[in-house]
């Protein structure tokens, strides 16, 4: 296992077509998060995971954004009817609970809506 | 979670020291001060973590006083790879509290 994955790398959508992103965390990390990050800020939290739970959700995850995971090994996350503020990169971390400000993120998957 | 200031950009030569400082003033007594770098068109790299004192690794140092207000990430002799943006958190170890990522430091490095 050499680290988190993400796919797509890039994604063009027109406005109102809905995404799916998926991330394969490292295979013995329980917990798995979701970040977006726009030009010239830090990654900013969307949502965090263990195993197959749900712990978190940020207020900037609107209704339109769902995440799952459901075997507790790798997530996806959805967002319905893209709207241009959605563009940006959206970057997937894994990491033990017991070290869970250690973190080991994946290359980001782009999103450019039209 | 504590709020941290860092310069927003940095520039140095090939070769020198890259001293970055972050300021932290309300610590927590159960936090920890974490360093990730994050590259262009990449995700952050988590690269060193402490707590108290001095923590050194194969990439950097990490240098907080007893007071812990602040820390201070050290790069030795950096090359035109280290340019990257470098950002301090302060949170606890382990736990529920997600990751807060303020702005950053850009470094860039100059041949």
């Known amino acids: 296992d050499t680290g988190v994955s993400q796919n797509p790398r890039h994604k063009i959508t027109k406005r109102g077509q809905n995404v799916t992103f998926r991330c394969d965390p490292i295979?013995?990390?329980?917990?798995l998060y979701w970040y977006r990050q726009t030009l010239g800020q830090g990654p900013e939290f969307l949502t965090y995971f263990q195993n197959e739970a749900q712990l978190e959700k940020s207020r900037l995850l609107s209704d339109r954004f769902s995440a799952e995971r459901p075997k507790g090994s790798f997530s996806t996350l959805e967002i319905q009817r893209t709207e241009q503020g959605d563009s940006a990169m959206y970057l997937c971390a894994s990491s033990l609970a017991q070290t869970s400000y250690e973190q080991y993120f994946g290359p980001g998957t782009r999103l450019t809506v039209t | 979670l504590a709020k941290t200031t860092q310069p927003i950009s940095m520039d140095s030569y090939e070769g020198q020291e890259v001293n970055i400082t972050c300021s932290h003033n309300?610590?927590?007594?159960?936090?920890?001060i974490t360093w990730y770098q994050q590259f262009p068109s990449q995700g952050p790299r988590f690269i060193i973590q402490g707590y108290k004192t001095k923590v050194t690794n194969e990439v950097a140092s990490l240098f907080i006083p007893a007071d812990r207000k602040s820390s201070t990430l050290s790069l030795p002799r950096v090359s035109l790879s280290d340019t990257a943006v470098y950002y301090c958190l302060v949170g606890p170890y382990s736990g529920n509290t997600p990751l807060v990522f303020g702005k950053g430091t850009r470094l860039s490095v100059i041949a």
């Open positions: 309300n610590i927590a007594t159960n936090d920890y």
């Open positions: 295979s013995e990390h329980n917990r």
